[in-house]
């Protein structure tokens, strides 16, 4: 890869570790247990393939005796226990936990096999995505001698709804069929996966110290040769993103190829963990990949970004991938009517019209640039001028009390915000022993309490 392919490069990317011994690796238990995460996983691997060559022995020997003996006769095939084929590593996100199965596959000389739950979602996409993937090897891999595999599912708790009910069956189908061993990270814990959880085994991951974070940001901001941000500043990025390595190293990234200013640090420390990572690249896809209305209305469909704060990034990024001036012009028509229609939201409260802001600021602006194919390729994406206040951005403690309501009702981050939050204040505010009641419920601390007691007494 050339020099410049790597200074475009996102820095989680190129300083993702390629071995297990390069690794920070975070502390690991197994049903309340301390555990050395690295043993544990090269155990399972190691257990996984030891046991599956016997039973496919056993299995071609029942298939032989099946063949020649009557219907009575039959012999069941033989199958590991699901908790010898598949394991969880659960933990917040950006604690490492993709990044160690592939730097274990590396190790090992494996290949990594990858989906998505979140991307994937229902019973038919999981299929066709991993079933030929995992039941059988193919005859090429026997003519080319192909490396083992490890099946990777990320984001298995983004299953949910009514369209993913047949989605958790599937995998325990597949965990039944699969010729090479899974590894499924999620985030946190899901109801609906306990059919998952009582089968598997459960690493739980936690993340970083302070100071191991603290090492692995220096020791990078030292190969780029920024020396600029001291340690105070490094330190509050790190605690403002509550143990996410990989939200660390995108705001580093953003701050350090930014213009480093009081009011730039002073955003980068407002951002709440919308992901950088996650914003970068929707911004990017919207500009570079959307080509209907339908395009654009799916992407952010799928982002869980602040309205107005997804707003003002979009605001930012029309220089960088619009260039004509015509065109220009009609992106900036667009978001201007966006923003009046927005204004009125928020003065009428009439939230049936938010469709109407998406589809302008977005997929309007987005369609604004016809002549997408004169500049392909990268585009810098720049953080706002701006710090974003709107009414959709939360503190720290909000967004705590948010995913408490969350992991009560399996419902979007915006139906949180929008809908139980307000109402849950509403209802706060009619008695201290109603306050207490709810707080108990979504187990608050003293802090978390005030933010339902804040719009009482405004």
């Known amino acids: 890869m050339s020099e410049s392919s790597l200074d475009k490069m996102p820095w989680v990317e190129k300083y993702r570790p390629k071995s297990m011994s390069e690794m920070a690796l975070p502390s690991a238990k197994l049903k309340g247990h301390i555990i050395e995460l690295s043993e544990e996983l090269r155990k399972f691997i190691k257990t996984f393939f030891s046991e599956k060559r016997i039973i496919n022995e056993k299995n071609r020997n029942i298939k032989l005796f099946n063949r020649i003996h009557g219907e009575k006769e039959q012999k069941k095939l033989l199958k590991l226990s699901p908790d010898r084929v598949a394991i969880l590593m659960e933990g917040p996100p950006g604690v490492g936990k993709t990044s160690i199965v592939y730097a274990l596959a590396n190790d090992l000389n494996f290949d990594v096999i990858e989906t998505n739950a979140s991307d994937v979602r229902t019973k038919k996409n999981l299929e066709s995505k991993l079933n030929e993937t995992v039941k059988t090897r193919g005859i090429m891999d026997y003519i080319t001698q192909s490396k083992d595999k490890i099946i990777l599912i990320d984001e298995i708790d983004g299953l949910y709804g009514v369209a993913d009910k047949g989605a958790v069956p599937t995998i325990l189908s597949i965990i039944d069929t699969t010729q090479f061993p899974i590894i499924m990270c999620a985030n946190e814990y899901k109801q609906n996966l306990q059919p998952l959880y009582n089968k598997i085994h459960k690493l739980e991951i936690n993340p970083l110290s302070m100071d191991e974070m603290l090492r692995i940001a220096t020791r990078i901001l030292k190969k780029e040769k920024i020396t600029n941000l001291n340690e105070g500043i490094i330190k509050s990025i790190i605690e403002k993103n509550h143990g996410d390595l990989r939200g660390v190293i995108n705001d580093l990234q953003g701050i350090s190829q930014g213009s480093i200013g009081k009011l730039n640090v002073e955003l980068i420390?407002?951002?709440?963990?919308?992901?950088?990572?996650e914003i970068f690249l929707l911004i990017r896809d919207l500009f570079q990949d959307v080509s209907t209305l339908k395009q654009a209305r799916t992407l952010t469909n799928k982002s869980d970004v602040d309205y107005n704060f997804l707003y003002k990034w979009v605001n930012e990024a029309i220089p960088s991938f619009i260039k004509l001036n015509s065109e220009i012009a009609e992106a900036y028509e667009n978001l201007s009517i966006a923003d009046q229609i927005f204004g009125r939201i928020q003065k009428?409260?009439?939230w049936s019209?938010?469709?109407?802001?998406?589809?302008?600021?977005?997929?309007?602006?987005?369609?604004?640039?016809?002549?997408?194919k004169d500049y392909q390729g990268f585009q810098k994406v720049s953080f706002p001028r701006y710090r974003s206040t709107g009414m959709f951005s939360l503190s720290a403690n909000e967004r705590l009390?948010?995913?408490?309501?969350?992991?009560?009702?399996?419902?979007?981050?915006?139906?949180?915000?929008q809908d139980f939050l307000p109402f849950l204040r509403v209802l706060s505010d009619t008695s201290r022993k109603q306050l207490k009641?709810?707080?108990?419920?979504?187990?608050?601390?003293a802090t978390e309490k005030k933010i339902l007691k804040l719009d009482s007494e405004k």
């Open 269 to 277: 420390k407002s951002l709440n963990r919308d992901s950088t990572e």
């Open 348 to 350: 009428t409260q009439y």
């Open 353 to 372: 019209t938010l469709p109407y802001f998406y589809d302008l600021f977005a997929g309007g602006v987005a369609l604004s640039r016809k002549s997408k």
């Open 401 to 417: 009390v948010v995913e408490k309501i969350k992991k009560k009702y399996e419902i979007s981050e915006i139906e949180a915000i």
């Open 437 to 445: 009641l709810i707080g108990d419920w979504l187990e608050l601390d």
